[in-house]
């Protein structure tokens, strides 16, 4: 749906939407760092910021104002104005919910002096009073150019004729622009103060803006965008992670927000008046602290801008904290309603600084019910749901293994009973899987379509919900909250901070590999030296005889090169293939034409015991099982000849991830059909076909690999990664003093 739509719809529909930030303000709420202790007060005046903000970007309001704490004159005060939910703006149909405020800027000053304005999706990196300070000339306001006001210093005085309270109300953001325009006002700003996105550079660039909606590494509108890594996005969680490790609040006790003396007047007046009273007071008795504390019909009334603190309170006071929330259906004066992401939000900034704390929320909007946990993993095994094919099942048994092994639980299996009818209906609802379970499981590991999808459902209507990982390519959606999807590079799924990507993946022979008859290849066992070339899917199908003609000779030519005795083993893939194969290789040459439950089949002989493997067709499985030993691997590479199908999850995926730009350069928000797209990527409703051909030339480029026709040798050895898997999946399930990133945190080999 493009952007405007969305929020024609919502400014149609106040009463519907949790989104829009309440109006409840006549003035901007100002938050002011003072002169540090220790030094002495400057004579200059106070730096003025005016922060465009709204509801959800409450993360990124809290990462700016820690920029600023930490790049400015510790001499001298800063006001931090944020312009959000003020009285008498019809800000509903606005693109942001903060569009116009920037306007009413002079108004606010009472058309004296200077400030900066800023949106909040921008941090800075040098003191704001270098822009703050500097000479404007005859111009009343400074920008990049003169259609760019995300970024300002405004005199204040000058602009009073052309951007007061009254233009904002009555007039068009673009028609406000034209008028300070014409009258001659606009001055050029340095790109610096403004650098957006890529133009970032390192040690230049003074204000770092992430303009790019579907982008922003924080991704405060997951229903509204498909978010995609940000190649800035490391510099926003490292101030991010500053900030939690200096323990950051813009408000706190000691300086709450101005509607918090009427909030904690109506608190008083409760039953448990007095306790809270003490528990949320500037300095709470020790005496206070709980090993189990329920909270009720509490949070609900607390302003926005002072849940974080609370909420950091009450972590801090107790440990193992139950909150029960209801929200109406219908918002309306006094009765708000918050998105469950929000709250999702807030809670993971509270455990983030309180990592101790174990936590449950249960949380009622009309007769819909939701039940979340976070903090320390409870007692409980490790419960594994698998579909029912052998690399599905392996791939769950090794994560579901290696996590318990880590956290020294037992390891379980759920939803092995029922025919399919009973699986779909597990699929369907969750119902059956880990209800009966005893003990509860802490941990759910699902790999397979319907087994996640039965997992995630299961999940969604526990009492007491495990955490969830799902591993594969088909796991479909990934968890915001408690879980970790892990999915391979060359799937090509979109980012996500809990997705885990690997090079190989899990399943690979000496995890699953049934033992075989070896007698028939004694004559190849005891050659020096060996190779072996397996054949498996061809991407067009059937082999063709020219096809296989061009492979066999190849593989013979590397290996009389080599003086190497070749064993051709085919697959379930290349049966087909197998008889051909045995009339035209020579005489010297061993080959294997596969047959079902076959003893003899050599496939785990010679990924144990061949010298060098040659790789032709192939799947996922093969190129994991060739990769994950010690042996070198060549490959022959890989054509792709794509279906109906595969063209059309390509075009998708194409446009899902094609960005689009404007007039000036920079990338278009994600929205109509690129937004669809993505969305049907998202939830795994179109995959992208894999991209083999890409993993080919990735595995060569890291050295795991090389071209059967080249002269180049394999030059490292594949790490296993599950180790590495295990431990960013428990960064992301357990709480942690910083959060991850999607840009930092991939296992690699």
Sequence with gaps: MPLITQRIVRGLTPFMDPILTPATRQRPEKIILGVRPGHRPSDKPPVRIFL????????????????????????????IHLLKGLKGYVSGFWITGFTNYRFAIPHFCDYQGRAIYNDVDQVWLTDPAELFDREMGKAGFLSINDHDTSVMLIDCQRMSGVWNRDAVVKTTRKRIEARARAAGLWGEMEGRFNARDKEYEPGE??????????????????????YQDNPTGPLWFDLEREANEAHFLPVSALRPSLAWPDTSLALSARDDGPEITRLLGVHPAADLHADTRRVRDLLERVPDADLPWVLDRLFAM??????????????????????????????????????????????????SRRVLTGGPLPDGPVAIVSGPGARTRSKAEAVGGALARVTGREMTRVGRHGGRFVNGVRALTGRGLIDDADPAPAILVASGALAARAARRAVARSEHPPALVLVGRNAGR????????????????PPHPNRITTLLGFGHRDEWQPAVDTRRWQDWL???????????????????SDELETVLNDAQQWARE???????????????????????????????????????????????????????????????????????????????HP?????????????????????????????????ICARLVERGWVLPPRGLADWQRLLVERGLAAWIGSR??????????????CHQIMQRLEPKADAPGTDKDKARS
Excluded at 55 to 67: D, L, P, T, Y
């Design 562 to 640: 080599r003086n190497a005795r070749l064993l051709i083993v085919t697959t379930r893939h290349s049966a087909a293939a197998g008889p051909w194969l045995q009339r035209r290789a020579d005489e010297n040459v061993d080959v294997y034409a596969w047959q079902r439950d076959d003893d003899d089949d050599p496939y785990s002989i010679v990924l144990e015991h061949a010298g060098a493997l040659l790789i032709a067709g192939g799947t996922p499985a093969i190129f994991q099982d060739a990769v994950a030993g010690p042996k070198p691997v060549y490959l022959v590479p890989w054509l792709e």
């Design 478 to 493: 990934v968890p915001e909250h408690a879980g970790a999807a892990v999915s391979m590079a060359h799937h090509d799924l």
């Design 712 to 725: 180049a040798i394999p030059s490292r050895r594949h790490v296993a990664e599950l180790a590495a898997v």
């Design 52 to 79: 465009g903000s709204e509801r959800r970007q409450f993360r990124a309001e809290r990462v700016f104002i820690w920029s600023v704490e930490k790049h400015r004159d510790p001499s001298r005060i800063y006001e």
């Design 526 to 544: 005891e050659s020096r030296p060996r190779c072996a070339l397996i054949v498996g899917r061809n991407p067009t199908g059937d082999w063709s």
């Design 205 to 226: 660039s003074a204000c770092v803006h992430f303009t790019t909606l579907h982008t922003q590494p924080w991704r405060p509108f997951p229903e509204w965008f498909v």
């Design 643 to 675: 279906g109906p199908w595969k063209r059309f999850a390509s075009t998708v995926a194409a446009r899902a991830f094609r960005p689009s730009y404007n007039k000036r350069g920079s990338i278009r928000p994600q929205q109509g059909l690129t937004y």
């Design 318 to 367: 107790t440990a193992n904290l139950e909150i029960e929330l209801r929200e109406p259906v219908w918002i309306r004066r006094g009765k708000p309603r918050r998105s469950l992401h929000f709250w999702i939000e807030q809670l993971h900034l509270a455990q983030r600084l309180n990592p101790e704390t174990r936590w449950r929320l249960e949380r009622r909007v009309g007769t």
